[in-house]
């Protein structure tokens, strides 16, 4: 089991010189403490996850300062971009970074980031499936043929060309199943998050995932690659944990009310967050704390973790991306680094002597 950073910050509330002061120190203590990844985002036009609306741009920053942590995208949101753009923006980072980069693309649920493409709104999931196999042929450096600006035919290759042969890509999933079917299909790995479905549904979602990815056409053999991201903080004492993140992972979580009532009620229904009262949301999102404190992320003592992190094994996971810019004090998150890469580490022993 690998493990990464992951970003999704709270812009709400930062100083704007100290913005992405974190994104970096955390970047470079993850290069040099075994750490597989740095994931950054792409969100648009919202306070939560607006420090990200390019993560060509942060990816290239980052790029700068590490030297072998890989370098990706949690997600690009294809159906926003032109593919040969996405192609272009990304092999730059590869070169910046020496062949590091890789992407999962989304499609995009926030029909207000649609502004940027309408007309690519309705059709987006088989809009963003289209597109990875754009990108990928354009990485490999095969010419897309497109009309020019007073309609003619032309034929584009990227440049600069790209360090790495191959781009590694993922699907984005906020679990549905076809989604991880599709990722399957195209050879991708996924990208996922228990926001709206259940550790039993991931283990049916991968088990479904690993069959398409190992009956689509040209398989080699593989499983592919399935990413969790997790609120991750890790201390020494569980109780003081507990109450230094209950208070922004309950912000997080109903900023993402959505998403947490976008699985089905009983195999029946949907429930609409517009139409809550507040007594009901408070008492969703703090069942929602408790359950994710417990079993939805790598939250507590390294002692408690080891276990949490076999279960997620368990269900299928090949690497936990740990979100860890969820509404804490930046000094208190890298304050705290040093306890998950000792988790990491320890991860990586239990694994060495199972194999």
């Known amino acids: 089991m690998d493990l990464s950073l992951f970003y999704f910050a709270d812009d709400s509330r930062e100083n704007g010189t100290d913005r992405y002061q974190l994104l970096l120190d955390g970047a470079r203590f993850a290069d040099e403490n075994g750490f597989t990844a740095v994931w950054t985002p792409e969100r648009h036009f919202h306070p939560f996850g607006g420090l990200y609306p390019n993560p060509a741009v942060t990816g290239a920053a980052l790029a700068a300062v590490t030297r072998t942590i890989g370098i990706r995208a949690g997600s690009v949101v294809a159906p926003l971009h032109h593919p040969v753009r996405i192609a ?85 999933s906020a679990g549905g199943v076809e989604t991880f079917r599709n990722a399957g299909r195209a050879g991708a790995g996924v990208l996922t998050h228990l926001l709206g479905q259940e550790p039993a549904q991931l283990a049916e979602r991968i088990a479904a995932y690993r069959e398409a990815y190992a009956e689509r056409p040209g398989a080699d053999g593989g499983r592919g690659h399935v990413v969790l991201m997790v609120h991750a903080f890790v201390g020494e004492d569980e109780d003081e944990v507990r109450e230094l993140v209950r208070e922004p992972l309950n912000r997080y979580l109903r900023s993402s009310l959505g998403l947490l009532l976008g699985a089905q009620v009983d195999g029946k229904r949907k429930i609409d967050p517009a139409k809550l009262s507040e007594q009901d949301t408070e008492f969703i999102v703090n069942r929602s704390f408790e359950r994710y404190y417990e079993h939805g992320g790598l939250l507590g003592t390294v002692g408690k973790l080891r276990s949490v992190a076999a279960e997620f094994a368990d269900l299928g996971v090949d690497e936990m991306a740990c979100l860890i810019d969820f509404g804490l004090p930046g000094a208190t998150v890298l304050g705290a680094l040093p306890h998950l890469a000792k988790l990491r580490q320890e991860i990586q022993d239990i694994q060495g002597v199972a194999r």
């Open 88 to 172: 272009e923006e990304w092999s730059v980072v590869d070169n910046i970074s020496g062949g590091r980069v890789g992407l999962s693309f989304a499609s995009g649920w926030h029909a207000t980031d649609f502004a940027l493409r309408p007309e690519n709104y309705a059709d987006r999931r088989r809009v963003t499936v289209e597109y990875i196999e754009q990108v990928r042929a354009l990485w490999r450096g095969e010419p897309m043929r497109t009309l020019d600006g007073v309609g003619n035919d032309c034929e584009l290759t990227v440049h600069p060309r790209p360090v790495q042969p191959e781009l590694p890509v993922w699907l984005t």
